[in-house]
């Protein structure tokens, strides 16, 4: 009997199963992998098989980014690559001398984050500067998401995180979506106040009752999705907003990246170079879906969105490798160390292998 790669792939827990007759039998002396994360439009190839890890079988677990991080900083540590979360990367890196996995140039997760700042419409916030002095709540202080906010929101509109007045939700409304908030989502650094929101109440609860006048979300919390009438964002055009900033710095925040382990590399020092060009393939195939069969989709105007995109950002919107990507990375770790929350600045060469440095897509 054919052995299969066993892909077990869920966006919100439900399991399915991806596997099927078109996998490639295993060859023979290939290096068995397991790995985990979401499972993204763009990986949906290398998930399927339609892509594969030259040399290698990969076993795909599915999992919350709260949850691998902690697996991978404290736990197991048993996933040969995996995605991770960017921050929690870098102050297991910087503040516990975590090494034994370095980044490869992938990048999962992007996202631009003005989208995530929601406001209490009776607490009279309607730009960044009403910002100052008020309580906002979040799931997890030092979330890659909630780092990127706050050097922008200092970068951009001149609102330090000294300014503000944080609440840590005693739950998290998107749970089963990110997962359990993982230790180095939690840091929290000198000169800031903070404090914890009472027992019972999730984020989106905080806003709605006025314990706090806004919310910084990497996900949209409950009451936005059920459309609370009290509930909106701060920036009420986002996308245009981030299109702005886009063009204005040419920088789009990277949330995720994918690690390693270095005895993995160490016993075969082809595999950076083997996964990252599967993931580039993979991803190349998503483009390919994209384009050729826009009318598939179910969104309206998906095929102008994507042209619209194309023409600010560049036909590879999603790009990979070091040079691509170098000034959302030393932004990245310009925040985190300028916030406190790491206690040494780290430079790139410091958190990627450096059989990944020289990788390139094309």
Do not use: C
Request: net charge neutral; glycine share 8%; proline share 6%.
């Amino acid at each position: 009997m054919d052995r299969r790669q066993v892909l077990k792939v869920s966006a919100l827990g439900a399991i399915a199963a991806l596997a099927g007759p078109s996998m490639a039998k295993r060859a023979e002396g290939q290096v068995r992998l397991k790995s985990s994360g979401y499972p993204f439009e763009h990986l949906k190839p290398l998930l399927t098989g339609a892509v594969q890890v030259e040399g290698a079988t990969v076993e795909f677990v599915p999992g919350q980014i709260g949850n691998i991080n902690t697996q991978v900083f404290s736990g197991t540590s048993d996933l040969d690559f995996t995605e991770i979360g960017l921050v929690p990367f870098l102050l297991a890196t910087a503040n516990d001398g975590f090494d034994a996995y370095r980044l490869l140039p992938v990048f999962p997760l992007r996202m631009f984050r003005h989208r995530s700042i929601f406001v209490h419409t009776d607490a009279g916030i309607e730009s960044p500067a009403d910002l100052k002095g008020r309580r906002i709540g979040t799931p997890g202080y030092s979330s890659t998401s909630l780092t990127w906010i706050r050097g922008m929101l200092q970068d951009e509109y001149g609102v330090s995180p000294k300014d503000i007045e944080w609440v840590v939700a005693a739950a998290d409304s998107s749970a089963a979506v990110s997962g359990k908030t993982s230790a180095q989502e939690q840091v929290v650094p000198d000169g800031i106040t903070i404090t914890t929101g009472p027992a019972g109440k999730d984020e989106s609860d905080l806003l709605v009752d006025r314990d706090v006048d806004a919310l910084f979300h990497a996900a949209e919390p409950r009451a936005f999705i059920e459309r609370h009438p009290k509930v909106a964002r701060l920036f009420p055009d986002a996308r245009q907003t981030e299109r702005n900033y886009y063009a204005k710095t040419g920088i789009f925040p990277i949330m995720h990246a994918v690690a390693i382990r270095n005895v993995l590399v160490e016993k075969h020092a082809w595999l950076p170079k083997a996964i990252f060009q599967a993931y580039s393939e993979s991803k190349a195939m998503a483009y390919t879906e994209m384009t050729r069969k826009w009318y598939l989709r179910t969104m309206p105007w998906f095929a102008q969105e994507l042209e619209s995109t194309r023409q600010l950002m560049g036909v590879d919107f999603f790009p990979y490798g070091i040079e691509r990507n170098r000034k959302a990375v030393q932004a990245l770790l310009r925040y985190t160390h300028d916030q406190g929350l790491a206690k040494r600045r780290l430079d790139v060469e410091d958190i990627f292998h450096p059989a990944g440095l020289g990788l390139r897509e094309g």
